[in-house]
């Protein structure tokens, strides 16, 4: 009798063993799991995405007139998903336009340059968010300068660097506050603002607050 119980003992604990074993197994399936969907959540590879940009306070210093400058850009960005690795893609600018208006310059435009050599942006994703790295190269054309007509143009010599940690990806969509500032969208950090030169002029942005939201279709 007692080597029957003994025997019933030890299947029981082989029994509660493989169940136990099978259960910390089951445990480790929504783990993975839930990697594979955050690796899911980033931007679709090579959808496209329509932006909005605000550049509102930019502060300007130029070879064309003395002094600092102050300028409000509005436009808008359209990039290309492109694929990047586990945890980030890669962003394509396909166009980039900001146009601001000030009494001395009159229209002033932004552009992507006519070849644009910059690093490809990337959107990554980690446990804060999605990280945005942008670089953008451009140039700028300026009207006039004061009573020289022209247009005044100058390439990029820095690229745009800046950065951003948001919920989602797109930026939600900006609106405009009374004063013409942005409200919603993103406020990017600039880690190295434009600096454009042509000849012997240049152009330096000491100050470059880009505001990005996602552009809806109307």
Do not use: C
Request: proline share 10%; hydrophobic share 40%; charged share 15%.
């Amino acid at each position: 009798m007692h080597a029957s119980n003994d025997q019933s003992g030890v299947a029981r604990r082989r029994f509660l063993k493989g169940t136990l074993a099978t259960a910390a197994g089951g445990l480790l399936v929504p783990a993975v799991a839930s990697r594979s969907q955050a690796a899911a959540a980033l931007p679709v590879v090579g959808q496209t995405v329509n932006l909005s940009v605000s550049v509102f306070g930019a502060v300007m210093t130029s070879s064309l007139q003395s002094g600092e400058q102050t300028l409000n850009f509005i436009g808008s960005r359209v990039v290309k998903v492109l694929a990047g690795g586990p945890d980030f893609v890669r962003l394509q600018s396909l166009d980039f336009t900001l146009e601001a208006a000030h009494p001395l310059f009159g229209k002033i435009t932004m552009t992507l340059p006519d070849v644009d050599v910059s690093p490809l942006s990337t959107v990554r994703l980690s446990s804060s968010g999605f990280t945005e790295t942008w670089y953008e190269t451009s140039k700028i054309k300026f009207e006039r300068s004061g009573n020289l007509p022209g247009p005044f143009e100058f390439q990029s010599e820095k690229p745009l660097t800046a950065t951003a940690t948001m919920p989602n990806w797109p930026p939600p969509p900006q609106a405009t506050n009374p004063d013409g500032s942005p409200t919603g969208g993103v406020l990017y950090s600039v880690v190295q603002p434009p600096t454009f030169t042509g000849g012997d002029q240049r152009v330096d942005f000491t100050a470059f607050p880009p505001n990005v939201g996602q552009l809806l279709a109307p």
